[in-house]
């Protein structure tokens, strides 16, 4: 995040446009680092999401939901890199994820600056990598955003019900797995 301004020169974009989007960029990137998985990346998603919208300025100010509707961008840019990624042939690819190294978190109520936080954001864009971008996108708007099933189903263009069961299979998935994972920590 060199330059939190995207370049409105190049794309047409209006003055009242870019000082919207703008506003709604610290959210957007901490959203998008939970959907793409890492900071260089979600930079990428939130640019390319910018693009997009700045094609059609007035379709944007025109909202009545400015982060919902760039939310909705950053989500389909991300889950068309995902696409385009999953398409490509992989070669050796390791996870990291069995290795440990993560930093330790003080103590309740203790000052760590930052550190537990920190820890708390890695394993959440760990934890919403398991999940398909849906789902993750339904968890993100519900539970961390804190969107109604309804508001969230809007946001993302689909029907009620079906916001409702990628949220309870999200939340399933990451249930299971975090009782898998406790009962490897407790084997060893």
Known sequence: MADATPPSASSGASPAFDEVFCGL?????RRAVMLAGSRQSAEDVVHEAYLRLAARPQRFLAHPEPYAYAFTAVLNVARDAWRKERRQVLVDRLDGLEEGGEPG???PGGWDGGVERRHAE???VRLLGRLSHRQAGIVILVDLDGYTIDQAAKIMKVHRGTAARHRARALDKLRAHLVE????QAGR
């Open 181 to 184: 994972s406790e009962h490897g």
């Open 105 to 107: 978190t003080a103590g």
């Open 122 to 124: 890695i394993e959440a």
């Open 25 to 29: 960029l610290p959210r957007l990137y």
